[in-house]
Each structure stands twice: as C-alpha cells, then as structure tokens.
T-cell receptor
C-alpha cells in the first residue's frame, strides 16, 4: 500500500522567513496530493493541492511542488506570519478497488516566532 | 450552511462501554471517512464508505464499527473491544478523487 513520509516533524522559523515541509510517497499510482493545516483542537483544513499532471502550484504565500520521478512533494510558505503556526499534513490519494484512500503524513508542527 | 458536522465535541466513556460518534454532511458527497489522530502519529484510517450501505475497513478497524444507511450520515461506534480508545476522532467527506472536507473532531476520553 501507500506510505507517506513527512519531514521535519517540528519546524521553527522567524516571522518573515520561509518554511519548507517535504513529503515522499511510495505508490506511483497516487495522483492527487493535498496539504492540510490543523489548528489546535480543530479539524484539518485544505490549504493547497496539486495533481500529478502539474509540477508546481502557487496561491499567494503558499506554493507546492511535485517531482513525480522522485516521488516527493513539498510545501513552501513565504513571508511567514504568526498565524501560520499550526500542524501541517501532507497526503497522497491512491485509487483502490473499493474507492479512493487518503494516506497522510505524520504532520509538521510549525511555529512562527514573532 | 453546507458542511460536515461532528458531535459531540467531547465524549467520556467508561470502561466496557460502547459509544457512538456522530458525523453528518450536507455536501452531497458520496465518500465518507473516519480517522483517528494520536499525538505524533498523524491520521490513521478506521473505516471509509464510498456509497450508501457499503463500507470498507481501513488500517485500524479493530474495535470499531460503522453504518451508512443514509448518504448524509456515517456514525462510528467505539466498542468495548477497542482497548485504547482515548484519541481525537475526525470524520471527513469528499467527492471522488479530490480533497476531503473534515469535521471539527470529537475528543474521546476513557474515564
């Protein structure tokens, strides 16, 4: 089955600096890669996603890159702000006979220091 | 408003007791999912359902049961067979091959 690894598990950056979180996946059939932000005590919320036919996608301060050959994808947050502090999860979706399954990374706890 | 609603937000279970967590969505999504979240372990899939009256076991289904009698509803029962049920439970729904929308979670504690 699919296996998604996420690094680092914790990340601290100064306000205004960039943050990069990296994930690798194992199933070459995976074709959709969302990123979620989870604030304390709340459910994860989608912040950006990318499909396997695209190499990069950007939305204001957030960008995601995908390298299908190497099976890795990364989240880039520029000009970080204190409100970016949260846990971030990457995911890969793999099609199974009984339907799609999401496989999540173990999360990165990002702290932006004012 | 459209969305996915989990209830209750906090739930306490006594040893040997079954409890049921509610998940309702009005987004007209076919697929619904239950995940368990423990510190440092990310989200682990318990059960998922792609269509009414059908569901599949995920990676950690032992000690849990579900039903999908209506498209809008996917309740999760944590049975007494689940030896370590204290966790944060997340329900999600989604159309096929796109993002999952999550509820706000239920924190279950064994007392």
């Amino acid at each position: 089955g699919e296996n998604v690894e996420q690094h680092p598990s914790t990340l601290s950056v100064q306000e205004g600096d960039s943050a990069v979180i990296k994930c690798t996946y194992s199933d070459s059939a995976s074709n959709y890669f969302p990123w979620y932000k989870q604030e304390l005590g709340k459910g994860p919320q989608l912040i950006i996603d990318i499909r396997s036919n695209v190499g990069e996608k950007k939305d204001q301060r957030i960008a995601v890159t995908l390298n299908k050959t190497a099976k890795h994808f990364s989240l880039h947050i520029t000009e970080t702000q204190p409100e970016d502090s949260a846990v971030y999860f990457c995911a890969a979706i793999a099609k199974r006979f009984a339907g799609n399954q999401f496989y999540f990374g173990t999360g990165t706890s990002l702290t932006v220091i004012p | 408003d459209g969305g996915i609603t989990q209830s209750p937000k906090y739930l306490f279970r006594k040893e040997g007791q079954n409890v049921t967590l509610s998940c309702e969505q009005n987004l007209n999504h076919d697929a619904m999912y239950w995940y368990r979240q423990d510190p440092g372990q990310g989200l682990r899939l318990i059960y998922y359902s792609q269509i009414v009256n059908d569901f599949q076991k995920g990676d950690i289904a032992e000690g849990y049961s579900v039903s999908r009698e209506k498209k809008e509803s996917f309740p999760l029962t944590v049975t007494s067979a689940q030896k370590n049920p204290t966790a944060f439970y997340l329900c999600a729904s989604g159309p096929e091959n796109t993002e999952a929308f999550f509820g706000q979670g239920t924190r279950l504690t064994v007392v």
